[in-house]
């Protein structure tokens, strides 16, 4: 569930050491603090293997899902050569676990696996079973799996955890659902009251499909929904795949303690109805979300604004 471990790190939940909360005991300890700062997630357009390798080469890895029929380091499948670390699923099940593809091998014999193939080439993948799996560890999905490389996550800025100091959030859950007009256009708003006299430096939010475009409007003292026609524009850009990303300001914005600001971003996602990425109650693994923490707005043209937490019982 890639959109849960987005909304994790890039909330500053995480990432933790592993000494700190050891994998798979069933226990995460309460009060641990990230131990760095994940600011941009960008999610790869499905079986693009070209995109991937440069992925691999640019940010050392990319995070893909398979379906693997080994529940365990110790387990055996007809899916897996364990004397050549090799794997191969060929079938109709969905993926249900996460490895990160570190390096590829075009030339890799088809013959290594334990299923016909018609191709040589396989990817380079580390596991999360420790090094009594594979080879150390590492183990070779083929090309020709059938799930390899169709769901990817790359974590193309992760900073040291002092970059920023405070960031203003209502949506823990992050990407739950998306929300629109029914068109690939439209404004969305959060309002946030200062903590402390400090400098605004950095706007972030989701990019719910390719080619996303942006502007990125500031509103001083907000007061009501009157309080975006005083809106100010900050910058503009675009953003070539689907994610979280965050923009720096090319001015730091002044923001004095106690007071309300709104920041206003109008998002263009082409073949988007619903281009705004919002959290809401949506089934077991979203139950406790918690909507009356922020106050959203969206507006279809920038000019009538709706307050989403009252119409819509979500989160932006």
């Not at 994998?23 to 991937?52: A, N, T």
């Not at 693994?285 to 709706?306: A, P």
């Amino acid at each position: 569930e890639y959109t849960m471990g987005m909304a994790y790190l890039t909330a500053w939940q995480g990432p933790v050491y592993e000494a700190d909360d050891p994998y798979g005991d069933g226990k995460s300890p309460d009060g641990l603090k990230p131990v760095k700062h994940v600011q941009e997630i960008q999610v790869i357009e499905g079986q693009d293997f070209e995109k991937i390798k440069e992925s691999v080469f640019k940010y050392g890895g990319v995070q893909t899902s398979i379906y693997s029929a080994l529940r365990s380091s110790q387990s055996q499948s007809e899916f897996y050569n364990s004397s050549k670390n090799a794997y191969c699923y060929i079938g109709t099940e969905k993926p249900n676990h996460d490895v990160v593809i570190i390096g590829w091998d075009d030339n890799y014999s088809k013959d290594n696996f334990s299923v016909s193939l018609e191709g040589n080439g396989a990817f380079i993948c580390v596991n999360s079973w420790g090094d009594r799996f594979g080879d150390d560890g590492l183990f070779y999905v083929s090309y020709y799996d059938s799930n390899i490389g169709i769901h990817n996550v790359v974590y193309t800025r992760v900073e040291d955890n002092d970059n920023y100091d405070n960031i203003y959030q209502s949506d823990l859950c992050g990407w739950v659902g998306q929300l629109g007009y029914e068109c690939d256009t439209a404004y969305f708003s959060n309002v946030y009251t200062a903590q402390s006299d400090e400098e605004l430096k950095a706007v972030g939010f989701y990019a719910t499909g390719k080619d996303t475009s942006y502007e990125i409007y500031y509103v001083d003292n907000f007061e009501g929904t009157e309080s975006f026609c005083n809106k100010v524009y900050l910058q503009s850009g675009k953003f070539t795949n689907e994610g979280y990303y965050t923009v720096d300001l090319n001015k730091a914005v002044n923001m004095a303690e106690g007071k309300k600001y709104a920041i206003i971003v109008k998002i263009t996602t082409p073949g988007a109805v619903h281009p705004i990425a919002i959290e809401y109650k949506a089934g077991r693994s979203t139950k406790n979300v918690v909507i009356d923490d922020g106050e959203g707005y969206i507006s279809l043209i920038g000019k009538s604004w709706e307050h989403v937490e009252e119409s819509k019982e979500c989160n932006i």
